[in-house]
């Protein structure tokens, strides 16, 4: 992106995390300055950098991060399947004080991590665009599905225009035979929130995050004013994961998009 039409001041949260090290790395062209944020510790600010620790639950704090951000990577949360009052916290508060100081802080544009959770409980090998019904397989599936419906009202209602990314698998290799198809390599990722960040007039997209790999469950073409071109595919790594054991066909876990997520819990937290 030519420097002029940089970001002025882009927050990410969740920059402590996985995917949060990967793009607080490849967003930083895109940015002037790019403001860093977590709960957990993060690296010091380089040239460009503000870090700004903050805990998501906590509204009056979130309400000044945002303040002077011109717009929001939000990857900040809870990011696997846990009790109901922790996916709370980080994720259905955390997605309401994100957009709040977005409607406050008039910030224009919010690209909002969602997860192929949010349909995890349609089978595999089923084909879903964007407009399938939504079958979250868990708490944190569904505290995913409110993040994509606080994104939709947000715009109705404020003009604030987002993208919901339902990322696949996003590691640095599939681990495993469903991580083939559902695959996103960190180069395909940061192309998938460049232009979820510059494309002009999105409303609010949601789109699949999957490489070009050879199978697909998901179908992006309700998506396409995105611009999304994978480059990188599962390929390689196919007989590495095909030489792991045949999983049992009759385990929910091969049975269902969301894998080993449909079948965690229940938790007991009284
Ligand atoms: P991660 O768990 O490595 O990173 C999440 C970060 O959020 C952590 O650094 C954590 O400290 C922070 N966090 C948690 N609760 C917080 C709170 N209350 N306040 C402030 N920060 C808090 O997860 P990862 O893999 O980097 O994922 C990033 C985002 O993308 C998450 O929202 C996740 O749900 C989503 N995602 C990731 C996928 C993947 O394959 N890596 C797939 C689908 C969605
Ligand atoms: C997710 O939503 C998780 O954040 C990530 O850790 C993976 O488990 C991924 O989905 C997946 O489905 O593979």
């Given at each position: 992106m030519a420097p002029e039409t940089r970001i002025p001041r882009l927050l990410l949260t969740g920059a402590a995390g996985g995917l949060g090290q990967v793009l607080r790395s490849s967003l930083k062209p895109h940015a002037t300055i790019l403001r860093a944020s977590d709960i957990a510790p993060m690296a010091p600010a380089a040239a460009g950098e503000e870090v700004v620790p903050c805990n998501l639950a906590d509204k009056a704090a979130v309400d000044a991060l945002v303040a002077g951000c011109d717009a929001i990577v939000h990857l900040g949360g809870v990011s696997v399947e846990r009790p109901f009052e922790e996916v709370l916290e980080g994720n259905i508060r955390g997605v309401f004080h994100i957009y709040e100081g977005a409607r406050r802080h008039g910030v224009k544009r919010v690209v909002f991590a969602s997860s192929n959770h949010v349909v995890g409980f349609h089978r595999q090998g089923e084909v879903l665009d964007n407009g399938c019904a939504r079958r979250p397989d868990g708490y944190y599936g569904i505290s995913k599905s409110f993040g994509e419906d606080m994104a939709q009202f947000y715009f109705d209602r404020h003009g604030i225009e987002s993208v919901s990314i339902r990322i696949g698998s996003s590691f640095p290799e599939p681990r495993d035979r469903r991580m083939l198809v559902t695959w996103l390599s960190y180069r395909d990722l940061t192309h998938l929130v460049v232009q979820s960040l510059t494309?002009?007039?999105?409303?609010h997209t949601v789109v699949y995050g999957m490489s070009a790999n050879r199978d697909i469950w998901w179908d992006n073409r309700h998506a396409a004013h995105l611009g999304f071109s994978p480059l990188d595919t599962s390929e390689a790594f196919r007989p590495k994961v095909e030489a792991q054991p045949l999983p049992d066909p009759a385990d929910p876990a091969t049975l269902f998009q969301g894998g080993g997520f449909v079948k965690a819990g229940p938790f007991e937290t009284l």
């Open positions: 494309t002009p007039g999105v409303g």
